[in-house]
């Protein structure tokens, strides 16, 4: 199958990018038609410098690389390498009913915390439609808060199909593919992890700042020996997805017999997210001590994805009557 999907260079990747998402990639390139991409058109909303821009693409870029996405598999692009996909946004942003972005609720959420109401992000579905429909998507994996985005996409596709399809199917409809058990992750006060909270732990923080930022989780004020619940406990939860089961069955038990304090937890945790990241952190800094090497895969990529959007494009250009 083809699989779709891009993460937004808006900031260093946290822990919560990677089980929401890049474990996802890692895994569906195996078996799959995979192309993967930094959605630097949609950072715009958000990073106003250019230079900051280009290098949180690179970051971003790199970051992917050197957790594992392959070259040879998945095709890793940079979303402003494919022009054609701010030309497929306008053409499907003609069928696109103003309701349907009015409704979305990341845009409500995004002007409650304090972003300007700009076109660019009221848009934002119908560029991100573009970016799944350019690429004959079968499967889009993709967080939980981004489900509703995802049948927007298939929303517009089928008004597009029915408005300028003559009864063809100019546009495959996508699929979501999420993992529920890690749709949320965590973040240092309990909510779900963002940049937009400041509650992130970075993949590639130093490991005395992962130590420091894991003591900062926030936790309720039972004793040592006070039985806890595992299940409610934000503490836990993040821990679950970076212990070993065996250490993972002896936290939990003790956390319900209670006996376990929480800074015996975090240390472990820390130290946990630090050993799963280190392989990781060695090919990043081979990665880095080669910038042409990364020029090359996005070269090679941008080549790729152009030649799969063009048909596409094409298609929906006849099929609307401007080509």
């Not at 949180?56 to 940079?78: I, R, W, Y």
């Not at 929480?262 to 130290?271: N, S």
Request: charged share 25%; net charge negative; hydrophobic share 40%.
């Amino acid at each position: 199958m083809r699989i779709l999907s891009g993460i937004q260079p808006s900031g260093a990747l946290h822990i919560g990018n990677y089980f929401g998402a890049l474990r996802q990639f890692i895994d569906l390139q195996r078996e799959n038609d995979a192309y993967y991409f930094v959605a630097n058109y949609h950072a715009l909303t958000s990073v106003r410098d250019a230079e900051q821009l280009r290098a949180l693409t690179f970051d971003v870029f790199v970051t992917m690389l050197s957790l594992g996405l392959d070259p040879e598999k998945a095709t890793l692009f940079v979303q402003s390498d494919v022009p054609e996909t701010t030309e497929l946004a306008w053409l499907l942003s003609t069928v696109t009913p103003m309701g349907w972005l009015e409704k979305c609720v990341s845009y409500k959420e995004k002007i409650q915390q304090g972003l300007p109401a700009e076109h660019g992000l009221f848009a934002y579905p119908v560029l991100q439609a573009a970016d799944i429909l350019l690429y004959d998507a079968d499967l889009v994996p993709v967080g939980q808060d981004q489900k509703q985005h995802l049948e927007i996409t298939r929303d517009i596709a089928e008004r597009f199909n029915r408005v300028h399809g003559g009864g063809q199917e100019v546009f495959r409809l996508p699929e979501a593919y999420i993992l529920e058990a890690v749709a949320v992750v965590p973040g240092l006060d309990g909510r779900k992890m963002s940049k937009s909270y400041n509650n992130t732990i970075e993949i590639f923080d130093e490991p005395a700042t992962i130590r420091k930022k894991v003591k900062r989780i926030v936790t309720d004020s039972r004793p040592v020996e006070a039985p806890k619940d595992p299940e409610t406990d934000s503490l836990f939860n993040l821990f679950r997805l970076f212990a070993a089961a065996d250490d993972l069955a002896e936290v939990e038990r003790r956390y319900r017999e209670g006996g376990i304090g929480y800074g015996e937890v975090k240390t472990r945790l820390g130290e946990a997210i630090i050993a799963r990241f280190a392989p990781a952190r060695e090919q990043r800094a081979d990665w880095l001590a080669h910038p042409e090497r990364v020029a090359a895969v996005r070269d090679a990529a941008a080549q790729r994805a152009r030649a799969t959007a063009r048909v596409v494009l094409d298609r929906a250009r006849a099929a609307c009557g401007v080509g």
